[in-house]
């Protein structure tokens, strides 16, 4: 789908030039003071654009904090009539749309459990039918770029040009370093399926610590997101919600001066012309990858043939085994990561699977149309 942006590149809602679009504010309103003090701090910066707070919070477990509700909307006004930052605030019902635009929210965003279901996205987009605000759609929790992009479609449709997204990372059910796992793949494909779409990161929500927050916005902007989303808080020990994540005003003050920003192309053609030619010898080797991965299936086939033939399973354990712990060693001595071995020789060996299956279950047989032991 083309969404229609109409003039409204992010470059139009920055009021920064060059620099990328800022979020920032605490996870949650909690009181009139604690708003009033880190958004005056956070406009001291001088660089944030929009001041969030969440008001109403999905929390996993009852009982916790659930935000102030509409009382943090009036908060929210006065943070935008005395620091003259534009504010921000999550929705996940229409109810909570039609609040938020009563106190001249002016930016919504979609949070990361709302987007999961259609229903609630498109009675939100309804909400949104003919409104002109910000509307930004977070990444659903599961690693689904269909789903992502199906919410940003509903939205769209609701006639909303001023549109962006938010990858926030995306649970797992392992314990790993980062709250939520980036699967950067993710938003460049969705950077591929929509050109123009404002990409914003939430580095807060993928980090979970305030201590990993610098070289994930680091890795944004070398991605070239167009924005990040970072929570911060007056008194971080003291937050009711995401406590270990947020950052002082000042701490974001000094993340943003260590932050590199690159520039996302070149006009030098010398510089075009080297990599131009590095690229060609890219488009080699990824040929030749090709064709290696092609002779490879057809290796694979002609084995399910015998399979077939002598009624033994596809799977062979042992064997796989001894493909995935040799080509792990064998990648290392190279420079290749355990983790990109992994991933690759898991779908080369599904795909090898899939050839397989095709052999056995469909008869598929060689050329000359000859099972083996006729030949
Ligand atoms: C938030 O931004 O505070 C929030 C709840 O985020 P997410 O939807 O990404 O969990
Ligand atoms: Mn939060």
Redesign the pocket.
């Known amino acids: 789908m083309v969404l229609n942006l109409g003039n409204s590149t992010i470059a139009e809602w920055r009021g920064y030039k060059g620099k990328p679009f800022l979020i920032s504010g605490p ?2 309103a909690e009181s009139e003071e604690q708003m009033m003090e880190t958004a005056l701090q956070i406009a001291s910066i001088g660089q944030v654009s929009v001041f ?1 707070a ?1 008001i109403w ?2 929390r996993t477990r009852p009982n916790s904090f659930e935000g102030v509700g509409s009382e943090g909307l009036k908060w929210l006004r006065r943070v935008k009539q005395e620091t003259g930052m534009l504010v921000g605030t ?1 929705v996940a019902n229409e109810k909570h749309v039609y609040e938020a635009l009563k106190y001249g929210i002016d930016l919504l ?1 979609i ?5 999961v279901n259609p229903f609630t996205v498109q009675e939100i987009s309804d909400a949104l039918n003919g409104v002109d605000v910000m509307v930004l759609i ?2 659903p ?1 599961n690693p689904d770029i269909d789903l992502w992009t199906g919410a940003i479609e509903r939205v769209a449709k609701a006639g909303i040009t001023r549109i962006g997204a ?1 990858h ?2 995306f649970s797992s059910y392992e314990k790993t370093l980062y709250r ?1 796992q980036p699967n950067w793949q993710l938003p460049i494909e969705l950077r591929r399926r929509f050109h123009d779409l404002p990409l914003i990161c ?1 580095p ?2 993928i980090a979970g610590s305030r201590k990993y927050l610098h070289e994930i916005s680091q890795k944004a902007m070398d991605l070239n997101f167009d924005g990040l ?1 970072i ?1 911060s808080h007056i008194n971080p020990a003291q937050a009711l ?2 406590s270990a994540q947020q950052l002082t005003p000042n701490d974001l003050r000094e993340l943003l001066s260590r932050l590199i920003y690159r520039s996302p192309g070149t006009s030098d053609p010398k510089l075009l012309d080297v990599l131009g030619e590095l690229r060609q010898q890219i488009d080699i080797y990824d040929d030749h990858l090709l064709d290696i991965l092609e002779q490879r299936m057809k290796i694979a086939e002609t084995i399910g043939k015998y399979k077939k033939e002598n009624n033994i399973t596809i799977l062979q354990s042992a064997r796989w085994d001894e493909i995935i712990n040799k080509v792990v060693v064998r990648g290392s001595d190279k420079g290749l990561s355990p983790e990109l071995i992994d991933v690759i020789f898991k779908a080369i060996h599904q795909e090898s699977i899939n050839h397989q299956m095709k052999v056995m279950n469909n008869g598929l047989q060689d050329k000359d149309n000859k099972s083996l032991s006729e030949k």
């Open positions: 996870c949650s969030r969440g919070k999905p999550e965003w949070g990361a459990r709302t987007s977070k990444n929790i938010i926030r990372g939520n939430d807060s929500h989303m929570e919600s995401d």
